[in-house]
């Protein structure tokens, strides 16, 4: 029978992950998808606090300001058509009001500070090498906000300089958690605005950097293909979105599925789809409530949820995930 795809193999499994643990994730909209899935399935993760990111430099610019832990500043937000933004913020961090977009940044701020002291892992995704700087200080920025384009320039880093970048803040990552494993993976979006070749360069310059980074620090950064599962394992269409550059749902599942094997440790891998089913059922609402099979349902699933909290007593609240 002919292959119709190239089998991709995963390099060796890192330390796995198990309930317990703390994890946070950062980048691109693929991290997002990922690291949602981890939480459904009770796991603690931490997910893109600073919104959606696909450089390496706007990552490491969000992981340096939760190290420093210094809150935002109204000096800091530019107004914009929907309100008051942060350029190291996504744009689901815009408010109306400049005091409402200050709280939402500073209690995620928070929150991943809180999560950094106790890290055990993290998952770093990148999208793309081109960055955007902001024209009047040159500091990369994580999001445009539909700003006039003559406010920024863009530009493909090159490695020597996300190297220069990533490099010391690791040291500084190992210095406060010397445990941590870092997870990096390359996304599989394609970012065409650059064309085939532009989009290639990009995301050459990205796995070298992954490469770059796990020879220095071989125990503690592991690289999972993402990226060349979709462009090898599932080269069809078919496992495209239908704008042909976003991976459909199916794929970012396989893709998820391969990740949790490769990561997870056979506990957390049984533990979270039984996770998933629960939160099904939590979240399933009957036509009617007063019904007694509805009451009889809701009895069976809080039986369901303590005999989960036994087995899995580090588990998150899957109520809380609603």
Known sequence: MIAL????????????????????????????SIATRLRAGALDV????????????????????ILEGRPFEADELVET????????HHGSFT?????????????????????????????????????????????VVSNCHKLPERLFYRQRASLDELAACW????????ALRPELQIITT??????????????????????????LLSERYPEQ????????????????YRYYAEDMTHPSELAERLIAERLTQWWLSPEAQRGITEAERLLREL??????????????????????LAAFYRQYPSALDLAALV
């Open 186 to 211: 390359v996304s599989p979006v394609r970012h065409l605005r650059d064309g085939a070749v532009g989009n290639a360069r990009s995301k050459a310059t990205l796995l070298l950097l992954s490469e």
């Open 81 to 88: 058509s929907g309100g008051y933004a942060s350029l190291l």
């Open 5 to 32: 795809s190239t089998p991709v193999s995963l390099p060796p499994s890192p330390p796995r992950l198990s309930y317990g643990q703390a994890v946070m994730s950062l980048g691109s909209c693929f991290s997002q």
């Open 46 to 65: 931490l997910v893109n606090p600073f919104g959606i990111q696909y450089n390496p430099l706007s990552i490491a610019a969000a992981l340096e300001r």
């Open 221 to 236: 950064l592991h690289y999972f293909p993402s990226y060349e599962l979709m462009m090898d394992e599932l080269r069809d």
């Open 283 to 304: 979240r399933h609402r009957p036509l009617s409530s007063e019904a007694e099979a509805h009451r009889e349902r809701l009895e069976r699933l809080e039986a369901k």
């Open 167 to 174: 490099l010391p803040l690791l040291e500084r990552l190992f």
């Open 95 to 139: 408010r109306r009001r400049r005091e409402d977009a200050l709280e939402l940044m500073n209690s995620s701020l928070g929150r991943a500070a809180a999560q950094l002291q106790r890290l055990d892992f993290l998952l770093l995704t990148w999208g793309t090498s081109y960055v955007y700087r902001w024209g009047e200080t040159g500091c």
